[in-house]
Structures are given as C-alpha cells and as structure tokens.
C-alpha cells in the first residue's frame, strides 16, 4: 500500500498529538485473516521459537508495565488483552505481579500452557465485552492486538460497536485512578481516532505516546487510558530529545476526525513546519520559514 510518513493530528478530549505512522511493504497480519485463523499452531510456534520476537514482546510489556505507573512495593493484579503465548505475561510474573489473560486464538494460548505460564488464561474475544466484576483489576495491558478490533472479518462484525463494547465493559472492570496501557500498531491515522474515540465515549481519558519517533525500527506507539481520572498527566517518550514529542498539549475542544475531512493538513504551513523540525533532529538541512513558507501559490495556467 503506498502509505507513507503520514502525519496526522488526532484531537480528542484532552489532547492534541502529532503522530507519523510509517507503512511497512509486507501485507499487515490484520489483512491476511482473522486473528484467531491468522494465529493458528505454525504461528503460535514462533512465539516459543523466534528468539527476536520474544524479546520484543518482553521489551514492549516491560514498557507498558512502567506506563502503568504501579505502586513499587506491592503486587498488583493486571489483565492481559491478547495475552497470547503469554510470553507477556511472563514479564508480568517476573515484575512480581499477578494475573490473568485473555485471547481469541486457542493456538497461542495453548503454547502459554505447554509454557505452565503462571496467569490464568481464558479464550475470549475483546470485542464481546468482558466479564470481569467492578474494580477488579490495578492495571491492564495489551501489546500489539487492539487493532485488529478495527477489523470486520464477518457480516456481523461492526468494529466501532466492538471497540465500545470492549472499553466500556473494560472500564468497569477497573479499579479508579488505574491505567490500561495498549501498545498498538494502527494502519492509519482514522483507526487511531477510532480506537481514541471509542475508549473516550467508555469513560476514559488518556492520549498517545510514542517512543522513538523518529526511528523506523524502534518507534513504539503506546495508548495509555486512565480509569476515572479528570486530568491525566502524561508520561514523557522514551527516545526524544525534543520536549514537543514528550509534551502533549492540553485541549478540551474534541474534534472529530470527520470534522478535519476536506481539509488537506498536507502542504499547510503546520505541517511544513512539522516536516522541517523532524528534518532538523535528523540532521538534515532545511531552509528556514519565510513569509511564503506555506502559502498558496496561484495556479499557472
Ligand atoms: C501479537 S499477539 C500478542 C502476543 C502476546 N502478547 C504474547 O505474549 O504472546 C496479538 C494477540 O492478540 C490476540 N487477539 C487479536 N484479536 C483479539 C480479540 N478480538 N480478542 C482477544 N484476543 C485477540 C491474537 O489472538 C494474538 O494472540
């Protein structure tokens, strides 16, 4: 797909944040089938095999752990949306933190059997809703499955409805003042501002980081939501010198992404702007703004 260095500005309750989602070549997983098809046993197999997708996943929910901002001397009680393998939740373990997990897929989780991991693990679809009692749980994370909540893999399936269903029942789910921390890989920016929206229609609020924004490889995206909590204080980025990457703004306009349609954020002066500095902390030269800088030019014919 010819997705590229796609800039966007997401708005919702509380925050504005510029996000840059690069495409890679291959066909994503999300396009390919179902997750529980996509994740069958040849799949489920490299997550005990693959030595380079099990540290990331361990590096990814170490990240998320820290997110959450737990309290340091005590053992907390976390839920694992995907939980898969449980490769997750080993890190989980190894924090010194109970809990359980949650998958689609009867294959991964099977390997988080044959791994006697020590969370208990359920087979569940996020997009039911959950089931869990008030209050239940001190954290949650997720890495790398929400997305494909953006899918529809059958008639049926209606994705705004399932993501709503998933944070509103997750929302109860919740112990007050808790975090839910999602690592994600959205296609592009409109899933972005579905997920937001939909996680901000449930109850929460909360914004986007992401770490090493200006490296393909390590860039992360994290969606960090917090359970009633008024006016959350984002954590910073890992991986950026430059306080605009770490510092979200505070807007309490919401904006939906419908509303910015028709209007081209490409070429306007914001987004040159925007283009030149990410130049800049790459170390490229860039000519500094003028008063033409993002003009209109009148057509030449
Ligand atoms: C990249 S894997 C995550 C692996 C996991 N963190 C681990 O340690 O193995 C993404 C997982 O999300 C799960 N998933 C995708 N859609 C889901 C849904 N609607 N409900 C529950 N799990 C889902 C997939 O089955 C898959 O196991």
């Known amino acids: 797909m010819g997705f590229s260095n796609f800039i966007f500005s997401v708005l919702f309750r509380f925050h504005i944040f510029n996000v840059n989602i690069k495409m890679s070549s291959h066909k994503r997983p999300e396009l390919q089938a179902p ?33 959450l901002n737990l309290p340091e001397d005590s053992s907390c009680f976390i839920l694992d949306v995907g939980c898969g393998s449980g490769l997750s939740g080993e890190t989980i373990t190894e924090m010194g933190h109970c ?40 954290g949650v994370i997720s890495i790398s499955a929400i997305q494909w909540l953006c899918y529809s893999n059958v008639k049926s399936h209606n994705p705004p409805k399932r993501l709503y269903n998933f944070f509103s029942t997750l929302y109860s789910a919740m112990r007050q003042g808790s975090r839910a921390v999602f690592q994600l890989y959205p296609e592009n920016p409109s899933q972005l501002e579905l997920i937001t929206t939909q996680a901000t229609r449930a109850g929460f609020s ?20 917090f359970c009633g909590v008024p006016t959350p204080e984002m954590p910073s980025a890992l991986g950026t ?43 490229k030269q860039v000519k500094p703004n003028t008063k033409y800088t993002g003009r209109k030019r009148r057509s030449k014919f």
């Open 35 to 67: 997750p529980e098809i996509f994740y069958n046993e040849n799949e489920a197999q490299k997550y005990t095999t693959n030595s380079r997708m099990m540290e990331i996943q361990a590096k990814m929910t170490e990240r998320a752990l820290e997110l």
């Open 99 to 138: 809990w359980i997990g949650f998958d689609i897929s009867t294959a991964m989780l099977n390997v988080a059997v044959e791994r006697e991991v020590e969370g208990d693990i359920i087979n569940a679809d996020a997009g039911e809703g959950l089931f869990f009692k008030p209050g239940t749980f001190d």
């Open 206 to 225: 909360g914004g986007v980081i992401i770490d090493y924004p200006n490296s393909t490889k390590a860039k992360k995206i994290f969606l960090c939501l």
């Open 241 to 283: 010198g430059d306080a605009s990457n770490t510092q979200i703004h505070y807007n309490q306009q919401r904006i939906s992404y419908k509303q910015m349609k028709g209007k081209s954020v490409k070429k306007s002066k914001d987004w040159i702007t925007a283009k030149k500095e990410r130049l800049k902390r790459q170390g």
